[in-house]
């Protein structure tokens, strides 16, 4: 029997594994951008374009929309092993069309297309893992793709600094093709989740699935839950019912968590930190080696999330990093308007400041908003409830990301950082005033808790 639960486990890892390469896609297409853009816009024109540069960085965020809004229907439809394959391919085809781009107009239809990936991974990895995983490690293995997600930034980082020698972005974008195939043929060889299959009536399939991840004496037990599970989810309400009263104090927290995790500008340090740091006077390289320690700091401090979310707590760690995002922002953008923009000085406490805030954005609202938003909604309206928030997530990751370099053209780094840190102090008051605190409480207490904090805050 423990030999048997051991191969089990490990089938269970492996599956997780291969889908969390989705995760691994995310965050190196998105990440990819912060050093491919120093190349890409001399070469393609657009060195005094500061929208065209905002439009190629943030047309990836066009596609996630579009792939996170239709992803749920085609989980349905096609199964998530056969949409999680679709992601592959879509991931593999915009890695090429990237590279090969021939001027900007092809290379942001490529990133969108590049985009429709990332938004089919955003929901489709966390789905997959979830319902292939026994209870007992599902948290563990869903955890895993945020993880993957920030290591695949860390990569693109990596391979920006070991082809910056030789200006060559498009190998940049390229090289993604390769985990895209291993996602690809490694999805090819695992099952689909018995909770599809059971859902369509294939339950002699969902049995053997559930054999090599579960142990027989635990099949049947879980075809029942599945099922009523499925009777639950029929049970819940559509998109109308987000209109109603009843959960609106619900939506004011979860949308205010998902447009804020943007809004504090985490995604202007992911996509442009490089564009800023070669404005101090960095060369290239080194203000591509230095995104790169500030990836390193981005992967460990999503340790720390992992490891204290269930102990300190989640309203706790959302206003510490409210503190520490404002912090070291304010510090930047203060210090750069009293010195000047350029100097090796300058440029080394930038980098800190950089690492300050990224390490204060991973440990807290980075996983945490995602913990929450499926915390505070009540089940009867969270699929819509969720993709509302999700969707609106994306939607400020497009508008800061596509903003940010006229904002640094025409304001400068110093009020821009101090721009941003003004959006930490609203980040801060949001949460103290009207986010609950979510740990160790029964869904009906915090949807009650909701009410009573909102009609304070009101």
């Known amino acids: 029997m423990s030999e048997g639960s051991s191969a089990r486990r490990r089938f269970v890892y492996v599956a997780s594994g291969i889908s969390a390469l989705g995760g691994l896609l995310f965050g190196y297409d998105t990440g990819v951008i912060s050093g491919a853009l120093l190349f890409l816009k001399k070469d393609l024109g657009i060195q005094h374009d500061a929208f065209m540069q905002g439009l190629v960085t943030s047309a990836i965020l066009i596609g996630a929309m579009i792939g996170a809004l239709v992803c749920g229907s085609l989980a349905d439809r096609l199964g998530r092993r056969r949409l999680t394959l679709l992601a592959g391919v879509v991931f593999g085809i915009g890695a090429i069309g990237a590279a090969a781009s021939p001027d900007v107009a092809v290379l942001v239809l490529f990133r969108i297309v590049l985009g429709i990936g990332v938004g089919l991974a955003s929901v489709i990895v966390p789905m997959y893992i979830a319902e292939i995983s026994p209870a007992e490690v599902r948290g563990r293995l869903t955890s895993l793709n945020q993880l993957m997600i920030t290591l695949g930034i860390l990569v693109a980082y990596i391979v920006d600094y070991l082809l910056a020698p030789y200006a060559a972005w498009r190998w940049m974008f390229g090289l993604a093709v390769i985990p895209a195939a291993a996602l690809f043929v490694g999805m090819y060889f695992m099952p689909e989740t018995p909770r599809w299959l059971v859902g369509h009536g294939r339950l002699d399939v969902a049995r053997q699935v559930l054999g090599r991840t579960r142990g027989e004496e635990r099949i049947e037990e879980e075809i029942e839950g599945i099922q009523e599970a499925e009777r639950r989810a029929r049970e819940q309400a559509g998109w109308g019912e987000l209109v109603k009263a009843w959960i609106r104090p619900a939506l004011i927290v979860g949308l205010g968590l998902a447009i804020l995790q943007q809004f504090v500008g985490i995604n202007t340090i992911i996509y442009y ?26 992967v460990l401090f999503t340790f720390v999330a992992i490891r204290t979310l269930d102990t300190i707590g989640r309203k706790r760690l959302l206003l510490a990093g409210s503190v520490g995002m404002t912090a070291s922002l304010a510090v930047l953008g203060f210090l750069t308007l009293a010195v000047g923009i350029k100097g090796g000085a300058i440029g080394i406490i930038t980098i800190i400041c950089l690492a ?13 908003v995602w913990v929450m938003l499926p915390e505070i909604y009540p089940l009867r309206v969270r699929g819509p409830a969720e993709g509302l928030a999700t969707w609106g997530n994306w939607a400020s990751n497009f508008l800061v990301s596509l903003t940010f370099p006229s904002m640094l053209a025409g304001l400068g780094q110093g009020f821009s950082m101090l721009l941003f840190a003004g959006m930490g102090v609203v980040s801060f008051l949001f949460v103290l005033a009207l986010v609950p605190e979510t740990r160790g409480k029964t869904l009906e207490e915090i949807e009650e808790e909701l009410n009573v904090e909102v009609d304070k805050a009101g």
């Not at 740091?277 to 500030?294: H, N, Y």
């Not at 300050?356 to 945490?368: C, L, M, N, Q, R």
């Open 356 to 368: 300050v805030y990224i390490a204060s954005f991973a440990a807290t609202w980075g996983p945490t």
């Open 273 to 298: 930190a490089p564009t800023t740091l070669t404005k101090l006077g960095l060369g290239d390289s080194a203000s591509i080696l230095a995104q790169v320690g500030i990836g390193v700091v981005n």
